[in-house]
């Protein structure tokens, strides 16, 4: 079964610095890997997906993540943080060889920018 | 704004009851899907519709039901409530059925007492 874990429950990071927030996948075959981010009484906002091509995703707000098929892993990553960064992120794989575009969610990884 | 409706924003309800949430698709999304977020569960699929038809079944109990009208809204039915099923539900749309991104609604928050 397609599964994907966010292993930090909360990331802390000062204003400016780079994040990092990981995210690893099980899967067999080729995944399909997302991100989302919720901020607080919201829905989720699609940031980025990776289906195929470039390891290197770019995606909204300036973040990107990086895919690697050896790691098993899909990091969201930002150059430099912004207060207006801290949300809730969600990492997601499709289901496959199911119908339908099923989304499996990890945990949520909470991101916290300090000024 | 994902363009993604849903109505009510809060609905408080006991147990045992019926209630009905309503979704509106972004304008030409044809997928519509719903959610449950919950601090236990986190968040779970629980259904796909894609013009019409059932397209993908998640962790949805018998208790739950939805459908898609020919306007491509959607209902989330519920009934017999249980407290167990206070959270909050997401509606989302996407263009198709295949490897789309997915837009979601501001949420219905359902508390049972």
């Known amino acids: 079964a397609q599964s994907v874990a966010q292993p930090e429950d909360q990331v802390n990071v000062a204003e400016g610095n780079p994040l990092t927030v990981k995210c690893t996948y099980s899967v067999s075959g080729n995944p399909y890997l997302f991100w989302y981010v919720q901020y607080p009484n919201r829905g989720l906002q699609f940031l980025l997906k990776?289906?195929?091509?470039?390891?290197l995703v770019k995606g909204s707000y300036g973040f990107e993540a990086e895919f690697n098929k050896s790691q098993t892993s899909f990091h969201l990553k930002k150059p430099s943080a912004l207060v207006s960064d801290s949300a809730l992120y969600f990492c997601a794989v499709r289901v496959l060889r199911e119908y339908g575009n099923k989304l499996v969610f990890g945990a949520g990884t909470i991101l916290r920018v300090k000024s | 704004d994902s363009g993604v409706t849903q109505t009510p924003k809060h609905l408080i309800t006991a147990t045992g009851q019926r209630v009905t949430l309503r979704c509106s698709p972004r304008?030409?999304?044809?997928?519509v899907y719903w959610y449950q977020q919950s601090l236990d569960q986190g968040l779970q699929f629980l259904i796909q519709?894609?013009?019409?038809?059932?397209?993908a079944k998640g962790n949805i109990l018998e208790r739950f039901s939805a459908q898609q009208f020919p306007d491509l809204h959607s209902e989330l039915n519920l009934s017999s409530l249980e407290l167990g099923d206070s959270a909050l539900y997401f509606c989302?749309?996407?263009?198709?059925?295949?490897?789309?991104?997915?837009?979601f609604g501001p949420g219905t928050r359902l508390t049972v007492t």
């Open positions: 519709y894609y013009n019409g038809e059932e397209r």
């Open positions: 304008s030409g999304d044809l997928s």
């Open positions: 989302a749309s996407s263009v198709g059925d295949g490897l789309y991104e997915q837009y």
């Open positions: 990776y289906i195929t091509g470039d390891n």
